[in-house]
C-alpha cells in the first residue's frame, strides 16, 4: 500500500493534538496535516486553518494535499454545547457530512469519526452498556453523535465508505486542559491538586462515568484505524472501556500521593447531564473484533498525570 495522505479535523483540542503528533510516529510528519479553526503556540507544521462549514476550503486542502483518509474530530463538545444548541448541531453534523461526502467522491481510503457515551440516555441499561440500545440522547452534542452514527452506517452501506468509529468515555490526559466537556473535572482535578491542594467539583461525589486515559484513548483509535477491513463489523460507533471511576473515588487516589488534597461538590448544570450517562460499558465487541484491551486503570493513570504535570505546571 501507498503511504496514505491524512487530514486531521479539529487538531488542537484535547484529542486532536496528542492523536496528530501520534500519527506523525507512525506515518512521518509531512504525511499528517493538522487542520482548525485557530493556531496555538504549540501547533507543529503542516498546518492549515480551516473552518468545518467551509467546504470549498476542505475541498481545496483535500485536493491539494491529496488526502486519502481524514480523522475528523471538529466538534463542540456537551457542556458548551447547551449554550447554543443550533450552531453545535450545524458544526457537528454538517460538519460531517461534507466529511462524509468528499470521502464518497474522492474514494477516500478510510475516515474515523469519534462518537461519545452521550448518545446513551436515559432508556439505556446504565451498568454494563451493551453495544446496541435504544439511544435517546439528552444533549445537542448527543444528538448530533448518535444522528452521525447513522449517517456513517449509511454511507458505509449505501456507498462502501471505509468509515470507522469508536464511542470514546471521558478522555483524561496531562497534555492539555478539555474545554467545555461533561467529564473535564476528571483533568482539571489532578491540575488543582498539584496547584492549589483542594478542587471544587462540578459533578456530586458519587456520579459514576466511564474515563479512559489518553494513551490509552490514542492507541484505540490507531489499532481500530489500522485493523482489517474485514475484521471491522461495526460502522457507527463501537463501544469502548477503560475504567469507571467516582469524584470521591478519584480523589481518594490522589490523597495517596498528596495527603493534603481536599475536595468540595458544588454540582452544576453538568450534573444532569451526567446523571443522564451510563455508568459502565460492555466493550466486548472491539474486544473481539480487533483485540482491543486497555493498558490503564485508576491507580497507574493517576501515577503517570501527576508525573507529567509535575513537569509541566
Not at 496528530?20 to 493538522?34: C, D, N, P, Q
Not at 465508505?161 to 482535578?189: C, F, H, K, M, N
Not at 489499532?223 to 469502548?240: F, T
Not at 486497555?294 to 503517570?304: A, C, K, R, Y
Amino acid at each position: 500500500m501507498s503511504q496514505p495522505k491524512i487530514l486531521v479535523t479539529g487538531a488542537n483540542g484535547q484529542i486532536g493534538r496528542v492523536l496528530t503528533e501520534a500519527l506523525r510516529k507512525i506515518y512521518g510528519t509531512e504525511s499528517v496535516l493538522a487542520t482548525d479553526i485557530t493556531k496555538l503556540p504549540v501547533t507543529v507544521e503542516p498546518f492549515e486553518f480551516l473552518d468545518i462549514l467551509n467546504n470549498q476550503r476542505l475541498r481545496e486542502l483535500v485536493e491539494d494535499h491529496k488526502i486519502t483518509q481524514i480523522y475528523h474530530l471538529a466538534a463542540i463538545l456537551s457542556a458548551n454545547g447547551e449554550w447554543n444548541p443550533i450552531k453545535t448541531w450545524n458544526i457537528n453534523l454538517n460538519g460531517l457530512l461534507a466529511i462524509l461526502e468528499l470521502a464518497r467522491e474522492k474514494e477516500m481510503d478510510k475516515v474515523f469519526f469519534p462518537s461519545t457515551i452521550a448518545v446513551f440516555g436515559n432508556t439505556t441499561p446504565r451498568v454494563n452498556t451493551p453495544q446496541d440500545v435504544p439511544l435517546l440522547p439528552t444533549t445537542v452534542y448527543g444528538m448530533s453523535k448518535s444522528t452521525g452514527e447513522l449517517w456513517c452506517n449509511y454511507y458505509h452501506q449505501r456507498y462502501g465508505v471505509d468509515v470507522r468509529s469508536l464511542r470514546y468515555p471521558g478522555i483524561i490526559g496531562w497534555q492539555s486542559l478539555p474545554a467545555g466537556g461533561t467529564t473535564d473535572y476528571a483533568v482539571e482535578i489532578y491540575h488543582e491538586a498539584l496547584k492549589n491542594g483542594q478542587y471544587e467539583c462540578f459533578l456530586s461525589e458519587n456520579t459514576r462515568l466511564p474515563m479512559m486515559y489518553m494513551d490509552d484513548a490514542i492507541k484505540a483509535t490507531t489499532d481500530l484505524m489500522q485493523a482489517p477491513k474485514e475484521s471491522i463489523s461495526i460502522r457507527y460507533g463501537y463501544n469502548l472501556a477503560a475504567m469507571s471511576f467516582t469524584p470521591s473515588e478519584i480523589a481518594e487516589e490522589i490523597k495517596k500521593h498528596i495527603p493534603e488534597f481536599s475536595i468540595t461538590y458544588k454540582p452544576d448544570f453538568r450534573q444532569q447531564i451526567a446523571a443522564s450517562w451510563t455508568e459502565s460499558i460492555d466493550d466486548s465487541m472491539a474486544r473481539k473484533d480487533w483485540n482491543w484491551k486497555p493498558d490503564f486503570n485508576l491507580s497507574s493513570m493517576t501515577l503517570d498525570m501527576l508525573h507529567h504535570l509535575k513537569n509541566t505546571l
